[in-house]
């Protein structure tokens, strides 16, 4: 991907977001490379296989997730904070879900993970808005990636047909240019005035089927 952008436009750094070494290390390559971090876009994330009953529920996995949702979320937050603070801007964009705002829907753990991402963003929104950093949340429903696709062990077309039934809005499938397209506006300037929120794509699938 970065060698089909070309090397003056993309570059790749390997990064676990679970160990603050490598974020810290991705973070000084970018500034050092472009000599400033305008966004940070915090998008690591896993899922849990398959629901499980709270009796049944491992602790080890519970902490493996949330140590790649959250501990790396605060991470990146840290890390882009530490250089965009002396530059007096900056957006940090993360990757939450609809889970941030229901429950039930999904593996417990995720669901945890992901209510809390957002306390953090706006925790983060509050602190660093006196520096004219912004921190946003963007929270998709259901996308057809192979992590989501893996989940509900179901192909492209399955996946997206069975969203489509559950879904408020019809005739409109999200994709993963949806998602960029709304990453990209928090992002940028379009949003310059836009701080703390968590920007649901979910074509109103929270509001009718009611928040937690």
Avoid at 60 to 82: E, H, P
Avoid at 124 to 130: D, N, P, Q, R, Y
Avoid at 153 to 161: N, R, S, T, V
Avoid at 203 to 209: H, L, N, P, V
Wanted: glycine share 8%.
């Amino acid at each position: 991907m970065c060698d089909s952008l070309g090397p003056d436009t993309a570059s790749y750094v390997h990064c676990d977001v679970t160990k603050e070494s490598d974020v810290a290390s991705a973070v000084d390559v970018a500034v050092a490379r472009h000599g400033k971090l305008d966004v940070m876009f915090s998008n690591a994330g896993v899922a849990e296989p398959r629901q499980k009953s709270f009796p049944d529920c491992e602790v080890d996995d519970f902490q493996r997730l949330m140590s790649v949702n959250v501990t790396g979320v605060f991470l990146a937050t840290k890390y882009a904070a530490r250089v965009m603070t002396p530059a007096r801007q900056g957006s940090i964009v993360i990757t939450a879900s609809t889970a941030s705002t229901t429950a039930g829907l999904v593996p417990h753990a995720y669901t945890c993970s992901k209510h809390a991402v957002v306390g953090l963003m706006r925790s983060a929104a509050a602190e660093l808005g006196k520096h004219g950093i912004r921190v946003n949340c963007v929270s998709p429903h259901g996308v057809a990636t192979p992590l989501a696709m893996a989940w509900l062990d179901l192909d492209k077309e399955a996946f997206e047909a069975t969203i489509e039934r559950s879904a408020n809005l019809k005739g409109v499938r999200l994709g993963a240019e949806d998602v960029a397209e709304a990453v990209a506006y928090l992002a940028g300037d379009e949003s310059r005035y836009v701080s703390g929120v968590n920007l649901l794509l979910d074509g109103g699938f929270t509001i009718a089927k009611g928040l937690a």
